[in-house]
T-cell receptor, first 111, second 115 residues
Framework: AQSVTQLDSHVSVSEGTPVLLRCNYS??????LFWYVQHPNKGLQLLLK??????LVKGINGFEAEFKKSETSFHLTKPSAHMSDAAEYFC?????????FGAGTTVTVRA | GAGVSQSPSNKVTEKGKDVELRCDPI?????LYWYRQSLGQGLEFLIY????????KSGLPSDRFSAERTGGSVSTLTIQRTQQEDSAVYLC?????????????FGNGTRLTVT
């Protein structure tokens, strides 16, 4: 069994400041973890994935995430938010073939 | 390159009518998924196809829902006798291979509104 908890339903940041989106997971075995972003009226776009090669994973658009097994966390960060980062973000754990999605975190960026 | 294509992008139908939603996966992708995204419900797994194996239909919410995948490529999700609670965005995704670390590539979805 596997599940994902995104700890914040909504995050608001000022442009140019750091962004932190928190994700905790549970899985019966070594999981694969992903972050996806969804802009309004669009599908989900893959930001990055963790597949056990390295605990710090770099993705697109300046995002990165760190896998911490001891904390069962996979938090997403970006050093400097841009207006185009306003979207909904999903943390996802993949077991065999099924994905379990977090409830999503909506990010708003203030000018 | 071409991504996952879904059609129509929007569909408005009357309660009780049947609808068909289409998904063209990325060429060469053997795994295909359907998810439903509703307000307040998040992303809900519906069905999974992998090659010639029997599909995993465990997520289909009722027997009004069915899906097929012809020739291992295009998939159609059919909803019969639509109800208002079927209103949602239906997302299709495909994956290159069925390994745990293969990411899913999503289409832009079909927004279904049942009036």
């Amino acid at each position: 069994a596997q599940s994902v908890t995104q700890l914040d339903s909504h995050v608001s940041v000022s442009e140019g400041t750091p962004v932190l989106l928190r994700c905790n997971y549970s899985s019966s075995y070594s999981p694969s973890l992903f972050w996806y972003v969804q802009h309004p009226n669009k599908g989900l776009q893959l930001l990055l994935k963790y597949t056990s090669a390295a605990t710090l994973v770099k993705g697109i658009n300046g995002f990165e995430a760190e896998f911490k097994k001891s904390e069962t966390s996979f938090h997403l960060t970006k050093p400097s938010a841009h207006m185009s980062d306003a979207a909904e973000y999903f943390c996802v754990v993949k077991g065999d073939y099924k994905l379990s999605f977090g409830a999503g975190t909506t990010v708003t960026v203030r000018a | 390159g071409a991504g996952v294509s879904q059609s129509p992008s929007n569909k408005v139908t009357e309660k009780g009518k049947d609808v068909e939603l289409r998904c063209d996966p990325i060429s060469g992708h053997t795994a295909l998924y359907w998810y439903r995204q509703s307000l307040g419900q998040g992303l809900e797994f519906l069905i999974y196809f992998q090659g010639n194996s029997a599909p995993d239909k465990s997520g289909l919410p009722s027997d009004r829902f069915s899906a097929e995948r012809t020739g291992g490529s295009v998939s159609t999700l059919t909803i019969q006798r639509t109800q208002q609670e079927d209103s949602a965005v239906y997302l299709c995704a495909s994956s290159l291979a069925e390994t745990q670390n293969s990411p899913l590539h999503f289409g832009n979805g079909t927004r279904l509104t049942v009036t």
